[in-house]
């Protein structure tokens, strides 16, 4: 996107290194980098490889939203274009990635450390491998470092990371179908509580509201400003209906639909389906102490209307179609007899 009239254009790209780790970075005035190139990035030791995913006005919006200014030193500096021999030599490291992750798993179980190495990245010229891990505690793996060292040579750094952001980093499918949120376009990492499932009348259930980085699902908050807001024109759970028949304990509530159960003290098997506004008209009432004779005189039966959406002909076909007619086969047996009887001689 060109830039707007009477603004100047970014010199700034945002590259993506290996999962979804991206970074700011200035490129010189002779070229200029758009979405989807290979470029050199330098670093303190070296320099690394990466693609670039956003170019122009927008990289702006992007560092605005990120909390990055223009003359920040988080902001790199891009060295060229990558050539044949460096995207090679990046594919070779990234081959190589698996193999040096099982390696330093084996020496940190040699040395009894409770960690888990989850990724190894290698940086774009092979001098440098950072590695990525989870722990509950605090880790001692000074001797982990010396060992990795001198079983690759080469420098090494250790990143500890959360659980949301090693499944951002391996990624997978979730539950939905879709790939997961984290590993696509999800960046801000914010807590989920149980309060969020409570809000939306889910059943608290670990294995349905967990992801698969054994915490609640992050999709668990979109949704959740709007149950609150739609939330606050009902009463509260704790709040009991009194009627001449009994009294009426909060059962469940259905939210769009604007119903709410009760049942009596003594009948907790029965459960009676009342509109909002039928329940807060006997609210209102037992506040003003105006007798209210029993629930079943604000039930209303509303129309159940079977409406399709969607209707599907496959079903009306058969599915044998698709399968190759069987020949029938004829009983022998009967005919061979049959034949016999007329060619056989008869006897004197």
């Not at 979405?35 to 070296?46: A, D």
């Not at 509260?236 to 009596?264: C, N």
């Amino acid at each position: 996107m060109e830039a707007p009239q009477g603004e100047k254009t970014l010199s700034i790209v945002e590259v993506r290194f290996k999962n979804s780790r991206k970074e700011f970075f200035r490129y010189p005035n002779s070229m200029k980098p758009h979405s989807g190139q290979v470029v050199i990035t330098e670093t303190s030791h070296g320099y690394d490889v990466g693609t670039v995913t956003l170019a122009g006005s927008l990289v702006g919006v992007q560092m605005k939203r990120k909390k990055v200014a223009e003359e920040s030193e988080a902001v790199g500096h891009i060295l060229r274009l990558a050539n044949t021999e460096d995207i090679a030599l990046w594919q070779q490291l990234r081959e190589k990635e698996a193999e040096v992750q099982k390696r330093a798993r084996e020496l940190a179980i040699a040395l009894q450390l409770e960690m888990k190495i989850s990724d190894v990245e290698f940086q774009g010229d092979g001098k440098k491998a950072t590695f990525y891990y989870t722990a509950a505690d605090r880790v001692d793996f000074r001797q982990l470092i010396k060992d990795l060292a001198q079983a690759f040579s080469i420098r090494i750094e250790m990143k500890q990371i959360g659980l949301r952001q090693e499944a951002s980093r391996l990624g997978g499918i979730g539950t939905c179908g879709r790939e997961l949120c984290c590993s696509t376009w999800l960046t801000d990492f914010r807590s989920v509580s149980s309060g969020a499932a409570r809000y939306q009348q889910l059943s608290l259930n670990p294995q349905k509201l967990s992801g698969q980085c054994g915490r609640l699902k992050c999709c668990l908050n979109y949704e959740l400003d709007a149950y609150r807001k739609a939330i606050k024109a009902f009463p509260r759970p704790e709040v009991k209906l009194h009627t001449e028949k009994g009294i009426a304990v909060f059962q469940k509530m259905d939210i769009f639909k604007q119903l709410l159960w009760y049942s009596y003290k003594d009948d907790w098997i029965t459960w009676h389906k009342i509109p909002l506004e039928a329940v807060l008209t006997i609210i209102k009432k037992n506040k003003e102490k105006l007798p209210v004779a029993s629930l079943e005189e604000y039930i209303e039966e509303l129309p159940q209307t079977d409406t399709k959406l969607f209707e599907s002909a496959v079903g009306q076909d058969s599915l044998n179609r698709f399968d190759t007619p069987k020949k029938k086969h004829f009983k022998r047996g009967k005919n061979r007899n049959n034949r016999k009887k007329r060619y056989e001689k008869p006897s004197n």
